[in-house]
Nanobody, 117 residues
Framework: QVVLVESGGGLVQAGGSLRLSCVVS???????MGWFRRAPGKDRELVAR????????GYADSVKGRFTISRDNTKNTVNLQMNSLKPDDTGVYYC???????????WGQGTQVTVSS
């Protein structure tokens, strides 16, 4: 069974940084992983994604230049380094895994990020 566990959320002042981590267990082949967030009153959005083998990455326009996604295949971990945080970055952040170019199939439980102004 594939299990994703996020960590690293918390409360930070605007301009600060946080690093989120997501550990994957269960032995699944990984095509790609993504970090999503759900802000209060908004739909869930993809903020960053990475292809496992090529390390090709993509970002939402709202986080480009501030967030960096990376992966460590020796630890089956994907990280999201978030710098220059803004109050609009507040939300629950989820990591997700997909085994092919289609939908993300597996999700973590989420970790809360709160950025105060």
């Amino acid at each position: 069974q594939v299990v994703l566990v996020e960590s690293g959320g918390g409360l930070v002042q605007a301009g600060g940084s946080l690093r989120l981590s997501c550990v994957v267990s269960g032995g699944s082949f990984i095509y790609g992983m993504g970090w999503f967030r759900r802000a209060p009153g908004k739909d869930r959005e993809l903020v960053a994604r990475i292809l496992w083998n090529s390390r090709n990455t993509g970002y939402a326009d709202s986080v480009k230049g501030r967030f960096t996604i990376s992966r460590d295949n020796t630890k089956n971990t994907v990280n999201l380094q978030m710098n220059s945080l803004k109050p609009d970055d507040t939300g629950v952040y989820y990591c997700a895994l997909r085994r092919n170019p289609g939908e993300y199939e597996y999700w973590g439980q989420g970790t809360q990020v709160t950025v105060s102004s």
